[in-house]
């Protein structure tokens, strides 16, 4: 089974524009063919937790064999021809993958059918690919339509792949995906389709690179904002919103732990629009945290404040305005430019040439956080007096802190940065608490509500600041260990 690197771009785009982006691609030999492709698992799911897929795809009357493995934008393929309607469990590095055993196991898990309208074109001198496929991925009774354009680099240089992607994005709407048909297909057999998305553990080889690491920490934040974002042009889900504003904060994070290797022309742009996705989501989230975390327990009382419900109404429709300022975010140009830009640059950029991101990681890691925990600990020796706006500071050192050790935690030992993340985490949440505190005032008094709801905003507001003592010192008391147990790293 012959291998090769896969280097494309998929993109969501409505059926009724698919004509359009064709229309405006460089011109080339137009071939049309249906494409019908079954795609095949243990039933155990061995290959999709393995991270790999296996198809049999017919079309004109011929089968290929096809395995892909990997994620983001280069992937490992290996095709074959084959003559039965079945896959060959012994060519290619299924061997690999699975045991003889469960090699005799694999059955057909969910179908692809789709019509292909396929160009090759020039573009900067390049060779690229272009398909439009159109279709749907059928799992048992459950039915999901396909409706996809894919970009895939045959020769020449990855930038100009990038820059046709966003010349086709100002004649068409097209949404970056991380997402292959298998995992779509997957993800249907799952019966979740469309679900907000944490984000992964990123595996990292233990002698691996400044620029794989922080590309691996880049490419794992990026598709939990496309995915996340796909969602919340569907569905009003605060979780999705959550993890898409956790996974900007985390990209800009990480542009400021790596800045010694990424820092080029383009990083500062990359980082603005980031700040710009993350402020867009923030009224939308806070309401979301004060509903969850403050009103809902509050209407749950035996004796409820008065004006309750008037606050609750007001909250609502609050948050039903946020969450489609949101879904107008992300469904906008700006957005779809932020994630063709943010991967090309993390793929392509001037940055790979610096002489510090060829370094080895676990060295420039250790560094890192040593910095991030001296800050943090020296930033919090007095966090008991601190303002709220130093005790904003010292969140964001614990933020940035537990980011970067989650982007290192590969590097080291698994359980020992397993502790020492938990432990940032009740730290965190201690703060984030406390920070809580201190804006839901100003969150509620940006609702310009009427008098019954404010009294019982206000209300609601002096009981969780009744708790500011408590959590100030289980703060405290989360700061201690961090300091006193040797980190992962040393």
Known sequence: MPQSQEIELKFLCAPDDLGRVLAAAPEGVDDCRELISVYFDTPDLALQRAGASLRVRETQGQRVQTLKRGAGLTREEHEAPIASDAPDPNIGPLKELLPE??????????????????????????????????????????????????????????????????????????????????????????????????????????DASVAEVFQAVARNTLESIAVNAEVLRHLRDPEALHQLRVAARTLRSALSTFKAAVADEATAGVKDELRW????????????VFMAETLTPARQEPSPPPGLEALASAVEAARAKAAAEVAHAVASPRFRDLLIICTGWVDTGAWLASPRAAEPARAFASKVLAKRLRRLLKDGRRLMKATDEQRHAVRIDAKKLRYAAEGFAGLFGARSSRRFIERLKVLQDELGALNDLATAETLMTSLDLPPDAAFAAGELVGRKGADKAKRLHRACEALKPLSAHPPFWA
């Open 277 to 288: 996705l993350g402020r867009a989501c923030d009224a939308a989230r806070n309401l979301d």
């Open 101 to 206: 055993g469960a090699r005799a196991e694999l059955k057909p898990a969910f179908h692809v059918r789709v019509t292909r309208r396929q160009r090759l074109v020039r573009y900067g001198g390049a060779e690229i690919e272009l398909a439009l496929d159109q279709g749907e991925v059928r799992g048992g009774k459950r039915v999901s339509p396909i409706s996809e354009v894919e970009l895939e680099l045959k020769s020449g240089g990855p930038d100009a792949l990038f820059g046709l992607a966003r010349e086709l994005n100002r004649i068409a709407p097209l949404y970056l995906s991380f997402a292959s048909k298998s995992q779509r297909g997957q993800a249907l057999v799952a019966g979740c389709p469309l679900h907000a998305h944490k984000r992964a553990k990123v595996a990292l080889r233990h």
